[in-house]
Nanobody, 120 residues
């Protein structure tokens, strides 16, 4: 298993952008997913990317606003959050799996998650 370290969370205003990073030694061999959980709500799939970066999936609510990408030379996966809305604040966690998945169960390792707060 890999030990994931996320960074980039913070407090922004509606309409602003933020980039989250997820890094781990050996992460280039794994598919990576981003999930988010707001207070009082269930964890929600946000985006996932294959190990090569050639395949990505997004939840409908973030399509066109969020972009998942990776730099395998740096063993890092990014989640670019643009046009943030009041519905986006949550703890965003990255997770590693052998293949892309929109559900949480296949993911082997999880990071603690940086909180993202959006002020309207």
């Amino acid at each position: 298993q890999v030990q994931l370290v996320e960074s980039g969370g913070g407090f922004v205003q509606a309409g602003d952008s933020l980039r989250l990073s997820c890094a781990a030694s050996g992460l280039s061999s794994y598919a990576v997913g981003w999930f988010r959980q707001a207070p009082g709500k269930e964890r929600e799939f946000v985006a996932t990317i294959s190990w090569s970066g050639g395949t990505t999936y997004y939840v409908d609510s973030v399509k066109g606003r969020f972009t998942i990408s990776r730099d395998n030379a740096k063993n890092t996966v990014y989640l670019q959050l643009n046009s943030l809305k009041s519905a986006d604040p949550a703890v965003y966690s990255c997770a590693a799996a052998w293949a892309t998945s929109r559900i949480a169960s296949p993911y082997l390792s999880w990071g603690p998650g940086p909180p993202v707060t959006v002020s309207s």
